[in-house]
């Protein structure tokens, strides 16, 4: 049986990236728009047409399992790539996701001026996109910035992936320092691996972050500093927390650039700015 648009989006969230799932929301069959999420995220846009690919391929290999009683009537075959990018518009379009202007949000972090793209994440509810991958004008400010304010630490540690450009250039300008990665997937590299469940704001399903046995053995007893980009809910520094406590090291402090919504409220985060919530029109939320 044919599968609605709204259940092929929502069936490639399920099995996408932790990083596709952070920037594209459910599909509930009103409100947002796809297209111009894919706009601004190119990763996100490759996975879909990828997976999508690999589902148009598997379903006309399936097809040909049996003899279509309709064959005489065939005219003719559609190559693949127009295949797929009728199926693409179909999407867009008759499921209705509504054509609307880009709104953005200003701010000047660590001396930079930049327009956060504002993205629909309920029907109530709009966030800021904060992306620092690309930007090393803005990545260099940040991580110099948080430096000046950092406590006394042995080793950071980030969560992949949106974390790592700001770690990376933290540990750099710190002296070419060692640092950790919790990884969403393990890797044919790792051993005695360790591994926590965390729950993502935007997509509400349960992840996973793992982290290298030869990693762990090097934080314990260690004073570990936990940095991200962005620190929301809490739920991925809590998944870090427990990745730093299950290695025997010791928490140091918790870092970010950008403390949103009720992370502006904890006493024991350190932080450059604040990043608010927003209604739908754009306006900040009281």
């Given amino acids: 049986m044919a599968k609605s648009n709204q259940e092929i989006l929502n069936q490639i969230l399920s099995n996408a990236s932790m990083e596709y799932q952070n920037v ?4 509930l069959g009103y409100g947002g728009n796809v297209s111009d999420i894919f706009a601004q995220y190119p990763s996100a846009k490759n996975e879909f047409i990828n997976t999508l690919t690999n589902q148009v391929v598997r379903s006309v290999i399936y097809s040909k399992v049996f003899n279509n009683p309709l064959q005489m009537f065939h005219g003719g075959k559609l190559e693949v790539g127009q295949s797929i990018e009728q199926l693409f518009v179909d999407m867009a379009e008759v499921k209705g996701f509504l054509e609307m202007e880009q709104k953005y949000y200003h701010m000047t972090i660590a001396g930079c001026e930049r327009d956060l793209p504002l993205c629909p994440l309920t029907d109530d509810l709009m966030i800021a996109a904060f992306v620092i991958f690309g930007d090393p004008e803005l990545t260099t400010a940040c991580a110099q910035a948080l430096l000046d304010r950092v406590p006394e630490y042995d080793f ?3 969560a992949e992936a949106k974390g790592i450009p700001l770690i990376h250039e ?3 300008l710190a002296g070419n320092q060692k640092y950790m990665l919790a990884r969403k997937g393990t890797k044919l590299y790792m051993r005695d691996i ?3 469940q965390v729950r993502s704001i935007t997509t509400n399903r349960e992840q996973h972050l793992y982290l290298d046995g030869n990693d762990a053995a090097l934080m ?8 991200d980009d962005v620190i929301s809910t809490g739920e991925s520094l809590l998944a870090l927390e427990a990745l ?3 290695a025997g090291g010791i928490i140091a402090g918790r870092m970010t650039i950008l403390a949103e919504g009720d992370a502006q409220e904890r ?4 932080y450059l700015e604040k990043l608010p919530l927003f209604n739908p029109d754009g306006t900040v939320k009281a």
């Fill in 24 to 27: 594209v929301p459910e599909a």
């Fill in 267 to 270: 006493p024991d985060l350190i």
């Fill in 156 to 158: 950071m540690i980030t």
């Fill in 220 to 227: 314990k007893g260690k004073r570990i500093l936990i940095v």
């Fill in 244 to 246: 730093v406590e299950k």
């Fill in 194 to 196: 360790l591994d926590v």
């Fill in 170 to 172: 933290m540990a750099r």
